[in-house]
């Protein structure tokens, strides 16, 4: 191991008043084909992988307003699972479990496994998994099971937990192969060129994309791998989608100057898994949530005297500018499992990102991470716990210790009412390259209520402190030579050219 891995509507539009959370994967990515995180550097593992949360439908929040005004009371009796994980009783638990729900929320949010992973009830615990209890669920305090257990500091616990985490996140994509593989046979053969600028470019650099897309095949040539790297390698890539393949030979790489390629693959090793669980274990728990509950979309003025509507060509594109506002980061992390060099030596990493330093030739590398002390015991008894008021649930495992933040986040949008392409059809498309960061995030980013038009130029936020500015310079109907989207038989297979993969 290497210091490598250290890890849119007119003026003054308003949308509804619906709220999307753009939150933290801190487990895994859930892109359509999930990539390891070997080589990656620890910082760029604290501020990637956001997943955008949809907002609640109308009729939830009608339903979610009911429960306030009338509100249910809620006892002890109606959460029979939760009850015996939180008392540690392993026999109820066994006979409960093929009938009840361990996929339900408390009062308080939290899932029986988050329950298990917080009291360190280690039996129900590997049970609850054993009957494939969720792992990427959120209690009301944003956290998931798995950084509740980053907190208890059980290395077997967290190493379960995460590769459950990657099992679920392949067993979803697999549940969606179908109908993205339909929804791409929709979408007419194109040939779309993307621009990636970074504002900061002593950081990330800047790429220049192309996407082909035919049938249920897409090819994505491009000079970068993934900026998170923090290190710029160029190149000459591309990445191969094959919607005809088995899934395990539907994804290739392509070293075009090496002429050698790479599949993708699905599992990680052991010692990938465990290096992963020495960087959760060394690094901060982070949490981010960009709210739009109050976002506007005001049209971008141009001109000293005569102020106008901002309206220009964005490469082949008439698109009308628009100012975002109203975004806002709300972050926080968690560290009572941090020792203080593990703390100082986070900070001297953060340090040297926003400095645009090389993160990789300063060699931060975590040691082998042993099981934490676990935590005083709990005194709180599950009467106390369940009839606790909402918001103000009992704190169960290691001490909190919470850092809270809040940033304002501006960014402009351009939107052509001339681009062919919707945006649901892009979505399609970028749900198959999800994996790389860069598209993920956009991705997330034009789910949002768009003024009318094609999103052809916006602001990304890739990090809390870095923005992108995203462009699609031109597009166009094509006919491509089905060749391009199959290997050449003189590249020659190399496992392990891209370890990131």
């Not at 791409?184 to 994309?209: G, H, M, N, T």
């Not at 995030?441 to 094609?454: A, C, H, I």
Request: glycine share 4%; charged share 25%.
């Amino acid at each position: 191991m290497t210091g490598e891995k250290i890890r849119s509507l007119h003026k003054d539009h308003r949308p509804s008043k619906d709220e999307d959370l753009l939150e933290p994967d801190e487990e895994a990515a859930t892109g359509t084909f999930s990539a390891s995180k070997t080589n990656k550097s620890r910082a760029s593992k604290i501020f990637s992988n956001h997943k955008l949360i949809k907002s609640p439908s109308t009729q939830q929040q009608q339903d979610q307003q009911s429960q306030i005004n009338n509100p249910i009371i809620r006892t002890g009796q109606d959460f029979p699972v939760h009850e015996c994980v939180f008392k540690g009783d392993v026999r109820r638990l066994s006979s409960l479990i093929r009938t009840q729900n361990i996929a339900q929320k408390d009062v308080h949010g939290n899932t029986p496994l988050h329950l298990a992973v917080m009291m360190g009830h280690k039996e129900c615990a590997h049970l609850l998994l054993a009957h494939n209890a969720p792992v990427k669920v959120k209690n009301a305090q944003g956290w998931s099971p798995l950084a509740e257990a980053i907190s208890y500091g059980d290395r077997q616990m967290i190493t379960a937990l995460l590769r459950k985490l990657k099992q679920q996140s392949r067993e979803s994509v697999e549940d969606k192969r179908p109908k993205l593989l339909k929804a791409l046979k929709e979408v007419c053969r194109f040939y779309l060129i993307q621009l990636l600028l970074p504002l900061l470019s002593r950081i990330l650099p800047s790429d220049a994309c192309k996407i082909y897309k035919q049938g249920i095949n897409i090819r994505l040539d491009t000079t970068l791998i993934d900026f998170t790297d923090m290190k710029c390698q160029r190149g000459d890539l591309s990445f191969i989608f094959n919607g005809n393949a088995i899934p395990s030979e539907s994804f290739v790489v392509l070293d075009n100057e090496q002429k050698v390629y790479q599949r993708i693959h699905h599992e990680e090793s052991e010692m990938e898994t465990e290096e992963e669980v020495d960087i959760l274990m060394s690094s901060d728990v982070y949490s981010a949530t960009l709210s739009t509950k109050s976002i506007t979309f005001s049209r971008a003025q141009t001109g000293w005297l005569f102020r106008e509507d901002k309206t220009e060509r964005v490469g082949n594109f008439l698109a009308d500018f628009y100012s975002v506002n109203g975004l806002v980061l709300e972050s926080r992390k968690r560290r009572e499992h941090l020792t203080e060099e593990d703390i100082l030596r986070n900070k001297a990493i953060m340090e040297s990102l926003s400095k645009g330093g090389n993160l990789i030739e300063q060699n931060f590398e975590p040691a082998r991470r042993q099981s934490l002390t676990p935590p005083s015991p709990n005194t709180i008894s599950w009467e106390e716990y369940i009839t606790a008021d909402n918001g103000k649930a009992p704190h169960l495992g290691r001490e909190l210790v919470c850092k809270e933040s809040k940033k304002n986040f501006k960014a402009t949008i351009a939107m052509s009412q001339d681009f062919p392409l919707g945006i649901e059809s892009l979505l399609n498309v970028l749900e198959v390259i999800a994996p790389f960061k860069h598209f993920n995030k956009l991705r997330e980013f034009v789910q949002m209520k768009l003024p009318p038009g094609f999103p052809v130029k916006l602001d990304i936020p890739v990090f809390p402190t870095i923005t992108a500015t995203v462009t699609f310079q031109e597009f166009r109907y094509d006919e491509f030579d089905q060749s391009i989207f199959t290997v050449p038989n003189d590249y020659k297979e190399d496992p392990s050219r891209f370890p990131d993969l």
